[in-house]
């Protein structure tokens, strides 16, 4: 199986966050992208190939323009402002009844374009948001030229992040990007499968219109986790959308039994939709060991995992999320992709 990975993700780190009372280093780490590819090259999973260079169209099809403009400038904006040190973070937000599109202060915009503080950007960070992009455009290529399969080792993530709002380590939606890249290309069908910890939030708003793009997540219940706000069952879509978006909201402590029923759900919900394609937005964060979630998913679970998505009848682009066990989740991706492949030959 091919996998596509860009080194300008490196760019985008440095990072803290806070935890209570006190800051931590940023789970999402430029370690984990670096330890996917390692464990890919440990084993000989296949060629790793760099990303090809795309313009911005399929990005500009399910983002509005003014933020993407504003992910590229923020921090030429944010230093010309006057500011010093090494990360600009939104801390002010628009909710309702505040005007949003009022201020040209760089603060003022980067709440504007956030829905919390977890979106930070610093100097590099525009060239591996939209590099991350590209691989996941890449990967969508290759799914499009006949590939059965193939993986976008993408960093930072995408499932967060809407039309126009950053947040939860996520900038540019790398998932929709790589589906509207799918769609674009004569695909007229495709299914968006996220099996990250956290609800999809912002792939399902992007499509949640959509009737060409299936969107389906299985997370932990947004009752008890992050991000609190959507992924709750009854959100099944809008408009042509709906019945076209499905949410699988599970117990905290879910185990693969559990979690396999659910799964097998939502294949069946894939299956009966014969998309043309499926992306799959693989979140490692319900491994039980990963010290931010609470699933309880083990390693060899993946094995399986993968090998029920790679049962699907269409080829399946895997883009990477969350995860933040730095020593397994190598070793978890590389077990979910060799079960798929395994299906899949
Ligand atoms: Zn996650």
Redesign the pocket.
């Known amino acids: 199986m091919l996998s596509i990975f860009s080194e300008k993700h490196l760019l985008h780190g440095g990072l803290m966050e806070p935890a209570s009372d006190h800051w931590i280093p940023g789970a999402e780490s430029p370690e984990r992208a670096n330890n996917v590819l390692a464990a890919i090259r440990r084993v000989g999973f296949g060629d790793v190939v760099p990303p090809d260079e795309f313009d911005d169209t399929h990005i500009l099809a399910v983002h509005d323009p003014d933020y993407v403009r504003f992910l590229e400038s923020a921090w030429d904006e944010w230093l010309a402002s006057g500011e010093q040190g090494s990360v600009a973070r939104p801390y002010a937000f628009v909710t309702d009844g505040m005007r949003g599109a009022h201020t040209e202060n760089i603060y003022g915009k980067l709440g504007r374009y956030a829905f919390d503080i977890f979106a930070p950007i610093v100097a590099g960070s525009w060239q591996a948001i939209r590099s991350a992009a590209d691989v996941a455009m890449t990967g969508a290529q290759h799914i499009v030229h006949g590939e059965s399969s193939a993986f976008a080792i993408c960093r930072p993530?995408g499932?967060h992040a809407s039309a126009d709002l950053a947040g939860?380590y996520c900038y540019l939606n790398n998932c929709a990007i790589a589906a509207q890249s799918m769609i674009a290309s004569g695909r007229s069908k495709v299914a968006i499968l996220d099996v990250?910890?956290?609800h999809g939030n912002g792939t399902q708003s992007i499509f949640y219109d959509r009737d060409d793009v299936l969107t389906i997540s299985l997370?932990a219940d947004p009752a008890f986790e992050y991000p609190y706000y959507l992924g709750y069952a009854d959100e099944r879509g809008a408009g042509d959308g709906l019945g076209y978006n499905r949410n699988y909201p599970l117990a905290r402590g879910t185990r693969w039994a559990s979690y396999c029923d659910a799964l097998m759900d939502a294949l069946q919900r894939i299956q009966n939709y014969s998309p043309d394609a499926v992306v799959c937005a693989l979140?490692l964060?319900t491994y039980a060991m990963d010290p931010?979630?609470d699933f309880a998913i083990q390693s060899a679970d993946y094995s399986e995992m993968g090998k029920l998505v790679g049962s699907l009848d269409a080829p399946v682009l895997s883009v990477l999320?969350?995860?933040y066990d730095i020593d397994s989740i190598g070793m978890n991706t590389v077990n979910f992709l060799a079960g798929l492949r395994s299906a899949k030959t």
Do not use: S, V
């Open positions: 993530p499932h939860g990250d910890y956290h997370h979140g964060d931010t979630t999320e969350g995860g």
